[in-house]
T-cell receptor, first 115, second 109 residues
Framework: GAVVSQHPSWVICKSGTSVKIECRSLDFQATTMFWYRQFPKQSLMLMATSNEGSKATYEQGVEKDKFLINHASLTLSTLTVTSAHPEDSSFYIC???????????FGPGTRLTVL | GQNIDQPTEMTATEGAIVQINCTYQTSGFNGLFWYQQHAGEAPTFLSYNVLDGLEEKGRFSSFLSRSKGYSYLLLKELQMKDSASYLCAVKDQGGKLIFGQGTELSVKP
C-alpha cells in the first residue's frame, strides 16, 4: 500500500520556539494532504487541508498564523508550529490522498512536547 | 452539527467475537471508515462502507445502515494483538473525515 512518512517522529522543544514537521508521500503523488492533532485519550481532530500549490484551508478554531502549512510539491507538506507553548504538546498526524480516491494514508505521527 | 458516537471502551476475551457500534449525524455522507490505532501510532485502515450492508475482510467485518446512521465493526476470533483503539470516521459532503472519539478495546486471555 501507499506509504507516508513523517519527520521527526518526536520532538521536545522550549516554549517560544518554532518546530517544523514534514510529511512525505513516498511512493505516490498526493494532491491533498491533511493535518490532524490528537490529544491523549481523544480522537483525531482535523486542523487543516492542503492542496499542492494553493493555500491551506484551516478548520474553525485553528490559528493559521500559528500553524503554518506549506504544500510545495506533490510529495511534501510541512507544518510549522510557531512560538510553541505547552498547550501545543500533542500528537500530530498527517495523511495524504490521491485525487478523488476515498482512502487517506496516514503517516506515523509526530509527538511534540513543549517544555 | 457533526456528531459521531461510539463506546469509550470495551473488554473481550481472546477467541471471542466483539461488536463495536458507531452512530453518526453529519452534514452529508460519502462513506464510513473504520481504523485501528495502537497507542502512539498512526491509524491503519480496516474497512470502508458506502452502501448498506456487510463488508467482510478476514476476521473483520463492517456493517452500514445509512437510513439509521449506524455502523458496526465485528471482530472475530479475537487475538491479544487486537487490543487497540478503533476509530469510526465519516467522510462528509466536503470530503473531510470526521472521527469519533474511538473505542479502546482490551482483549484479555
Amino acid at each position: 500500500g501507499a506509504v507516508v512518512s513523517q519527520h521527526p517522529s518526536w520532538v521536545i522543544c522550549k516554549s517560544g520556539t518554532s518546530v517544523k514537521i514534514e510529511c512525505r508521500s513516498l511512493d505516490f503523488q498526493a494532491t491533498t494532504m491533511f493535518w490532524y492533532r490528537q490529544f491523549p485519550k481523544q480522537s483525531l481532530m482535523l486542523m487543516a487541508t492542503s492542496n499542492e500549490g494553493s493555500k491551506a484551508t484551516y478548520e474553525q478554531g485553528v490559528e493559521k498564523d500559528k500553524f503554518l502549512i506549506n504544500h510545495a510539491s506533490l510529495t511534501l507538506s510541512t507544518l510549522t508550529v510557531t512560538s510553541a507553548h505547552p498547550e501545543d504538546s500533542s500528537f500530530y498526524i498527517c495523511s495524504a490522498r490521491v485525487g478523488g480516491f476515498n482512502e487517506q494514508f496516514f503517516g506515523p505521527g509526530t509527538r511534540l512536547t513543549v517544555l | 452539527g457533526q456528531n459521531i458516537d461510539q463506546p469509550t471502551e470495551m473488554t473481550a476475551t481472546e477467541g471471542a467475537i466483539v461488536q463495536i457500534n458507531c452512530t453518526y449525524q453529519t452534514s452529508g455522507f460519502n462513506g464510513l471508515f473504520w481504523y485501528q490505532q495502537h497507542a502512539g501510532e498512526a491509524p491503519t485502515f480496516l474497512s470502508y462502507n458506502v452502501l448498506d450492508g456487510l463488508e467482510e475482510k478476514g476476521r473483520f467485518s463492517s456493517f452500514l445502515s445509512r437510513s439509521k446512521g449506524y455502523s458496526y465493526l465485528l471482530l472475530k476470533e479475537l487475538q491479544m494483538k487486537d487490543s487497540a483503539s478503533y476509530l469510526c470516521a465519516v467522510k462528509d459532503q466536503g470530503g473531510k473525515l470526521i472521527f469519533g472519539q474511538g473505542t479502546e478495546l482490551s482483549v484479555k486471555p
